[in-house]
């Protein structure tokens, strides 16, 4: 690895908060659940890695939906989610984030479930370099 | 145009407001330079707009590989051809001189963005975006040029 794993970090930060985190959708997931995806684009210099991250927002009804939107917005933004945060990763290695900035504010998106009502934020987080990660 | 003031604080006339403009060498040929200008950053708007959409048409998925019941017959939701979404993705102009690249192939163009129950997130939206370096924005399935 060479940079840390974005995924991992963000679970790692949402997990601090939030007793339901995970990059994967459970069949039947506990509420409100916050959902981890990297989107695939992923781009890096020989310095910096980018990344694009999505955090989908679970809940049963849209008022709790946004609610716990809210609550992911409150710690997911660059006065809060900043580096001067570090994070020990699975690998043994400390990581934390170069840049942090709000490409999409959690707004609600149709997830074609009756059952579950999505929020959904984007997020750009850069990662620096590192052949020891 | 803000109403400006003399030198003792009075409100002035436009008269002598334009007065003051000329002889700073605001004039009306700058005026007429200001007005071509806009028509061709307007033009640059337009072919920005034709590259953003010939990318994100590059990476648009056309059906293809996942049409297990070889169907094309329409859906509730419209037509069902294979290149429906890329074929979706245009450069629209308000007439205003807004200009935007999006897909208006609702709700596909959503559930291929942000993912759905029935598939997963795809983003190409938002790789679009982050391709041709833009960051912190508001979008949905449109983005913004300017």
């Not at chain 2, 002889?23 to 200008?37: P, R």
């Not at chain 2, 859906?75 to 200009?99: F, K, L, P």
């Amino acid at each position: 690895m060479i940079a840390a794993d974005c995924e991992e970090l963000v679970v790692k930060y949402l997990s601090q908060t939030f007793p339901n985190v995970g990059l994967d959708m459970p069949t039947t997931p506990p509420l409100p659940f916050y959902l981890v995806n990297m989107l695939p684009r992923s781009d890096a210099s020989w310095v910096t890695e980018h990344n694009l991250v999505s955090v989908h927002v679970f809940a049963a009804t849209r008022t709790a939906a946004a609610v716990a939107a809210r609550a992911l917005h409150a710690v997911m933004n660059p006065w809060v989610f900043t580096p001067k945060l570090s994070f020990a990763m699975s690998n043994g290695t400390t990581a934390g984030i170069d840049y942090f900035s709000i490409v999409e504010k959690p707004a609600w998106r149709d997830y074609d479930n009756p059952n579950l009502q999505r929020y959904c934020g984007r997020y750009c987080i850069d990662l620096r370099m590192n052949q020891n990660s | 145009m803000a109403q400006l003031r003399d030198e003792r604080g009075r409100f002035i006339s436009a008269a002598q407001t334009q007065a003051i403009l000329d002889a700073v060498g605001v004039n009306a040929l700058d005026l007429e330079g200001f007005i071509l200008g806009s028509a061709a950053i307007q033009a640059a708007k337009r072919l920005k707009a034709q590259q953003v959409a010939e990318y994100w048409r590059s990476i648009a998925p056309v059906r293809g590989d996942h049409n297990p019941r070889g169907s094309q017959e329409p859906t509730a939701y419209g037509t069902n051809w294979e290149d429906d979404y890329r074929d979706s993705i245009q450069v629209h102009e308000d007439a205003d001189g807004v200009v935007y690249v999006g897909s208006d192939l609702v709700p596909l163009a959503d559930w291929l963005e942000y993912g759905s129950i029935h598939n997963p997130e795809h983003g190409y939206g938002a790789r679009v975006l982050a391709h041709f370096g833009g960051s912190a924005g508001h979008f949905t399935h449109g983005l913004l040029i300017g």
